[in-house]
C-alpha cells in the first residue's frame, strides 16, 4: 500500500511539472509572437480617413506654376533658352519632390511632362503629378503657363 501512494505523489509531481513546463512554453511563444507584431508594425492602427494624398497633390499643384517659374527664370538668367531652361526646372523640381517623399512616406511623381512656347515671353507646361503613400494613388492632370524674360 505504502508503494502505491508513493506512486500517486510522484505521477502527481511529474504532472504537476509536465504542466508548469507546458505554460512556460505558452507564454515564451506568446511573448514571441508578441514581439513579431510589434516588429513588423501590425500594431500600429490603420487611418482609413487619412487625407495625405490629397493634401500633398493639392499643395504640389498649387505651387508648382510659381515654383517652375522662378526656377525657370534662373536658369534663363544662367544663360540657357527657355525651353531648356524651363525643362532644367521641371527636372529639378522633380527630383526635390522625389526626395522630399522619401522623407514623408509620399511619393510625388512627375509624368509625361510636355513643354511649349506660347510666345516670345510664355511658356505652357502639361502633364501629369501622380501621388501615392502606398496605400491609396491620386493622378492629377497639370496645365498651366509660366512668364519668362
Known amino acids: 500500500m505504502r ?11 511529474a504532472a504537476q511539472m509536465l504542466l508548469a513546463t507546458g ?11 508578441i514581439f513579431g507584431v510589434k516588429v513588423a508594425g501590425l500594431t500600429l492602427p490603420h487611418d482609413t480617413a487619412s487625407d495625405g ?12 506654376p510659381e515654383l517652375t517659374e522662378a526656377r525657370t527664370q ?36 512627375m509624368m509625361d511632362i510636355n513643354i511649349s512656347q506660347v510666345n516670345n515671353t510664355m511658356l505652357n507646361v502639361t502633364g501629369e503629378l501622380g501621388v501615392s503613400d502606398g496605400d491609396r494613388m491620386l493622378t492629377v492632370q497639370i496645365n498651366f503657363t509660366i512668364a519668362h524674360a
Open 3 to 13: 508503494t502505491s501512494k508513493l506512486n500517486q505523489s510522484s505521477d502527481r509531481d
Open 23 to 33: 505554460v512556460v512554453l505558452l507564454m515564451s511563444l506568446l511573448s514571441m509572437a
Open 53 to 64: 494624398v490629397i493634401i500633398t497633390a493639392q499643395e504640389v499643384t498649387n505651387g508648382l
Open 74 to 109: 534662373l536658369w534663363i538668367d544662367g544663360g540657357l533658352e527657355p525651353l531648356v531652361a524651363a525643362q532644367t526646372a521641371m527636372d529639378g523640381i522633380h527630383n526635390d519632390m522625389l526626395h522630399h517623399g522619401e522623407i514623408r512616406g509620399i511619393e510625388v511623381k
